[in-house]
């Protein structure tokens, strides 16, 4: 009823998967390896079991939404004349969709500028993990 809707919703939702070359993918790329250097350090296996389960369900979850909203049969008479996205709606999406593909290449524009507030957490939380053993 509306492809161009149609196309901005998909290219979100692969984004919001973690599709390689898309912003999504940074942030579930740094979650596993977080995981995974939990794992390096003793920490119980299901850290990573569960960060994997919980990608993959989001991706399930996501797939199938948009298959129900775009690709199912239209229940509402209403729906029928869904008007798609005119010229101001794609332009003021472009800039999202810009932002996701952009970051999703290049993500250090991002990583850069929060490195060094992120490693004074991580340093305070590993004085007080130290602090704490017995």
């Not at 569960?50 to 991706?59: E, K, N, P, Q, T």
């Not at 290049?106 to 305070?124: E, F, G, K, T």
Request: proline letters at 5%.
């Amino acid at each position: 009823v509306a492809p161009r809707f149609a196309a901005v919703f998909f290219l979100m939702t692969l984004t919001a998967i973690g599709l390689p070359g898309l912003c999504g993918f940074v942030g579930e790329f740094l979650i596993l390896a977080g995981s995974f250097r939990a794992l390096a350090l003793d920490h119980p296996a299901w850290f990573v079991g569960l960060a994997v389960v919980g990608i993959i369900l989001g991706a399930v979850y996501m797939l199938s939404l948009y298959e129900r909203i775009f690709w199912g049969t239209v229940r509402f008479k209403e729906n029928e004349t869904f008007r798609d996205l005119r010229w101001q709606e794609v332009a003021t999406l472009a800039m999202p969709i810009v932002l996701a593909v952009w970051l999703g290449i290049q993500p250090n524009l991002i990583l850069s500028r929060i490195s060094p507030s992120v490693q004074s957490i991580v340093s305070r939380v590993r004085v007080q993990s130290v602090a704490e053993l017995p």
